[in-house]
């Protein structure tokens, strides 16, 4: 099971760390994902951490804004957002997936096996 937590509103320019907390003993051995989806727009890839932590991969929208780190003792997963922007308004979600990193890296959902909920965050102009 995972849950996000730490979404909420914030001004432009503002940073944000969301948390994703994962139960079960084997979450040190799944990639983790972080993905958003805004109101009738389709499910984005925002980056991912791979199982060790060593490995990350970010796309174009959100490099260098945008980083993503674990900590396995605690079974936990960050993203920490900066400069938001009103675009980055969206329900985040994180997901784990087993597929090897290269995999993981094609950015598609449909490779990662199990998802939180989502928390939303909201960037007010």
């Known amino acids: 099971q995972l849950v996000e937590s730490g979404g909420g509103l914030v001004q432009v320019g503002d940073s944000l760390r969301l948390s994703c907390a994962a139960s079960g003993r084997t979450f040190s051995r799944y990639h983790v994902g972080w993905f958003r989806q805004a109101p009738g727009k389709e499910r984005e890839f925002v980056g991912a951490v791979s199982y060790s932590g060593v490995d990350t991969y970010y796309p174009d929208s959100v490099k260098g804004r945008f980083t993503i780190s674990r900590d396995n003792a605690k079974n936990t997963v960050y993203l920490e957002m900066n400069s938001l922007r009103p675009e980055d308004t969206a329900v985040y979600s994180c997901?784990?997936?087993?597929?090897?990193?290269?995999?993981?890296?094609?950015?598609?959902?449909?490779?990662?096996?199990?998802w939180g909920q989502g928390t939303q965050v909201t960037v007010s102009s």
């Open positions: 997901a784990a997936g087993a597929a090897p990193w290269a995999v993981i890296t094609h950015t598609r959902d449909t490779d990662f096996d199990y």
